[in-house]
């Protein structure tokens, strides 16, 4: 298992990779289009696989972090689409992709990268579950409110989308880990890589897809995509610390808010809207696998300040 925890951690290069390969080779991607849905299912039932009813039962027990985290996971992140995506005069096909991206539930990315920073796990997995059961009602609503007016949008179409495409996947394989769980936590790295693999197969297939406007497109969407992730992230970090949380929690929340579910953006988009509307979801994952690794090395290697525990500190995000 040594093996695949070590392919893991060079998740963000494998995203780059694929990413370059799919730029320059578009024709060895692009008939897998018909795949997207697929590889998010396997995401979701391989995430559900790790999940136990101890994950469940810390929803109960420390509803307060995991309430404020959720909040402003749907809070931060689709308000901060809109708003770069108006600053940047991004087309409304653009601007519908950047708002799937804020308007998605955390990504199990979070749960990684947390672990990284020496970050609370078991919150930042509860989030995520918690995130992820909203964000059937949640996504929908919010990418109509926030763009319904200028592109139509399938509220009820995309909400049994994404019942099917993530509450399902991950039941079963909550399922599944409560008959097999001894067995699962063996292989868990390998689920891990597993999910990785099928992520950067999802983002080689979307820049394939908008290969031809990468050129133009591209360096603008880039931008955008680092300032939406920039400011989830410190926006995650520092309403939690203001709130009085400790800096594992704080952290844990930036991760969370910071760090979307843009596989499932990229397939809403390509199923409901175009293929240039899931470009910012695709830029989205490689990016926050980049940003997310290079944050959680910082604080990793910062520790936790022995004060910190209190929220007395005033650590900042990425001093």
């Known amino acids: ?169 991950i039941a079963l394989g909550v399922v599944v880990h409560h008959l097999l769980g001894a067995r699962i936590r063996k292989i868990e790295s390998a689920l891990a890589t597993l999910a990785m693999a099928a992520i950067v197969l999802i983002i080689a297939i979307v820049v394939a897809l908008n290969a031809g406007n990468l050129a133009t497109l591209g360096p603008i969407v880039a931008i955008a995509v680092i300032a939406h992730n920039s400011i989830g992230l410190a926006g995650g970090y520092w309403l939690s610390r203001a709130l009085g949380f400790d800096i594992r929690t704080a952290r844990t929340i930036a991760f969370e808010v910071g760090l979307q579910n843009s596989g499932l953006a990229v397939t809403l988009a390509n199923q409901f809207f175009t293929a240039g509307a899931a470009l910012p979801g695709a830029l989205f994952s490689v990016w926050h696998n980049v940003s997310g690794s290079v944050l959680a090395g910082y604080w990793k290697q910062r520790g936790v300040p022995a004060h910190g525990e209190s929220g007395k500190t005033s650590e900042s995000l990425g001093r």
């Open 1 to 169: 298992m040594i093996m695949f925890e070590r392919i893991n951690r060079l998740f963000p290069v494998w995203a780059v990779l694929l990413a370059v390969i799919a730029a320059f080779e578009p024709q060895l991607f692009v008939g897998l289009k018909a795949d997207i849905k697929t590889l998010l299912v396997v995401i979701m039932f391989a995430m559900g696989l790790t999940l136990t009813r101890e994950d469940f039962a810390r929803v109960i027990k420390a509803p307060k972090p995991i309430a404020v985290g959720v909040v402003l996971q749907f809070l931060i992140m689709p308000v901060a689409a809109l708003l770069v995506s108006r600053v940047l005069g991004l087309s409304p096909e653009l601007t519908t992709g950047m708002i799937l991206v804020g308007a998605t539930a955390g990504g199990t990315s979070s749960n990684v990268m947390t672990w990284l920073a020496g970050g609370q796990v078991a919150l930042s997995v509860s989030m995520t579950m918690v995130s992820t059961v909203i964000s059937v009602v949640a996504t929908p609503f919010i990418t109509w409110l926030l763009v319904g007016q200028t592109i139509d949008v399938p509220v009820l179409g995309m909400l049994m989308s994404i019942a099917q495409l993530v509450i399902a996947p």
